[in-house]
């Protein structure tokens, strides 16, 4: 049972332009949400979260949008570099618990 | 300085033996993890620690033993390696036991092959 879900596992984008990754959830008792950046053969690496109480948090060029009544949340990259190039992992918990449940990635190529 | 280690980066070994992969991160933090991901990408929780006490065991085979003798060091042990452990685990760790009030800190992966 896949509770969070990125249904594309790919994404290219031309440099400059706005990056959308897209995740879905199933889980409504999921109040935190984080998206992590994961280059070959190294670790994922935190990138930016959400708390449930809000629907949109910015931190320089990446914007993550929540919705929760949809059970949706998307990362915003703009503009999108050569370096933003990798494997974007969207991840949820529930309140008072220790476990982070990741989605499958979604591999995000930008291109000059 | 690396965060989060973890030793060996790859390991090619057959079925029935026993390995161990080993963790230590340099944060500070008090709870550490394993993370499993699988030939389909997928990143699975299998267990956590909490200064040095288990807090999660997911459905793991007990053939998985974690071992914590610090809070520093999180080590992973198998037994009787089966075809299916081919993965890449991730160990990681966090500032507090909650995964909601705190981002996980990865190391870069272990690759382990069982042939």
């Known amino acids: 049972d896949q509770q969070v879900k990125q249904n594309s596992p790919s994404l290219s984008v031309q440099e400059g332009r706005i990056s959308i990754l897209n995740c879905d959830y199933t889980?409504?008792?999921?109040?935190?949400f984080l998206w992590y950046k994961k280059y070959p053969a190294e670790g994922p690496t935190f990138l930016i979260s959400?708390?449930?109480?809000?629907d949109k948090n910015e931190d320089g060029r990446f914007t993550v949008f929540l919705n929760k009544s949809a059970k949706h949340l998307s990362l915003h990259i703009v503009p999108s570099q050569p370096g933003d190039s990798a494997v974007y992992f969207c991840?949820?918990?529930?309140?008072?618990?220790?476990?982070?449940?990741f989605g499958t990635g979604t591999r995000l190529q930008v291109f000059p | 300085d690396t965060a989060v280690s973890q030793t060996p980066k790859y390991l090619v070994t057959q079925m029935g033996n026993d390995k161990s992969i080993k963790c230590e991160q340099n944060?500070?933090?008090?709870?550490m993890y394993w993370y499993k991901q699988d030939s389909k990408k997928f990143l699975k929780i299998m267990f956590s620690?909490?200064?040095?006490?288990?807090?999660i065991n997911e459905t793991v085979p007990n053939r998985f033993s974690p071992k914590s003798p610090d809070k520093a060091h999180l080590n992973l042990h198998i037994n009787s390696l089966e075809l299916g452990d081919s993965a890449v685990y991730f160990c990681?760790?966090?500032?507090?036991?909650?995964?909601?009030?705190?981002?996980?800190?990865f190391g870069e992966g272990s690759r382990l092959t069982v042939l």
């Open positions: 889980n409504s008792m999921f109040d935190y």
């Open positions: 991840a949820a918990s529930a309140k008072n618990t220790d476990k982070l449940i």
């Open positions: 990681a760790s966090s500032r507090r036991t909650y995964a909601n009030t705190g981002e996980l800190f």
């Open positions: 959400i708390s449930s109480i809000k």
């Open positions: 944060l500070g933090h008090d709870t």
């Open positions: 620690y909490n200064n040095k006490e288990l807090i």
